[in-house]
């Protein structure tokens, strides 16, 4: 619960930076003379940012909470097995005793059903147990899933060149043109700005292996637990 915590805060915090150190910071025009939508006081690409920017990091974070609370899989507690199996299945019927031992009722566990530890259930095309969304991925949440990893991954590269612009301005802003008081270059704006920068080089290189890892399994048709099973 803690990583899934974490990972909320981080994306929240990736968007207070832009928004506070690039977007209303450098493209803040409380002049309406330099406005791009009267009202608005942002310049054209201070508008631009903002409506990309922000929507991006609002879609990773409810793809997070659906991949979080959705029911990945879950086999039934006390599922009885088919009565009848299709000829051209060849498989034997099993159940999980690992649910018997943990005093769950006898559960028919199918093909290609894994027991979490985790979670204590049976899920259905198991992949793996995420700690940053608190549960399993399997065959009913890996849409929302792979959703939060994309969305999260691109909003991390866009928050690298977010950082990336700011970091420029704060060191040639100075011999340009004076800042404006309410923009001054402080050293609390310079950590911030180099924090959130290393945050999505970070998580832009781990979601881009995570979604590609994830894209494999798609196409194989073949989970993680799959894999290990070969």
């Known amino acids: 619960m803690a990583l899934a915590h974490l990972t909320v805060f981080l994306i929240l915090y990736g968007m207070y930076c832009a928004n506070t150190f690039t977007i209303f910071y450098w493209y803040y025009k409380p002049d309406t003379r330099h406005q791009f939508v009267q009202g608005i006081p942002l310049s054209g690409w201070g508008l631009w940012y903002f409506l990309t920017f922000n929507p991006l990091c609002v879609a990773a974070i409810y793809a997070h909470q659906r991949a979080s609370h959705f029911d990945p899989g879950i086999i039934k507690e006390g599922l ?105 270059n402080t050293p609390y704006v310079t950590v911030l700005t180099i ?28 989970s993680y637990i799959d894999d290990l099973k070969d």
């Open 80 to 184: 009885e097995e088919p009565v009848n199996l299709p000829n051209h299945y060849e498989m034997t019927v099993a159940f999980c005793q690992k649910c018997e031992k943990e005093g769950k009722k006898k559960t028919w566990k199918p093909p290609r059903a894994h027991h979490c530890r985790a979670c204590g259930y049976c899920i259905f095309k198991m992949d793996h147990h995420c700690p940053w969304v608190n549960n399993c991925v399997g065959h009913k949440n890996m849409k929302h899933f792979l959703q939060f990893v994309i969305y999260t991954g691109i909003s991390s590269a866009y928050l690298c060149l977010l950082m990336g612009l700011s970091f420029y301005q704060l060191l040639t802003a100075k011999k340009s043109k004076p800042l404006p008081e309410d923009r001054v």
């Open 195 to 222: 924090l959130a920068f290393i945050e999505g080089v970070v998580f832009a290189f781990f979601t881009y292996e995570m979604a590609s890892e994830t894209f494999g399994s798609i196409e194989d048709n073949q």
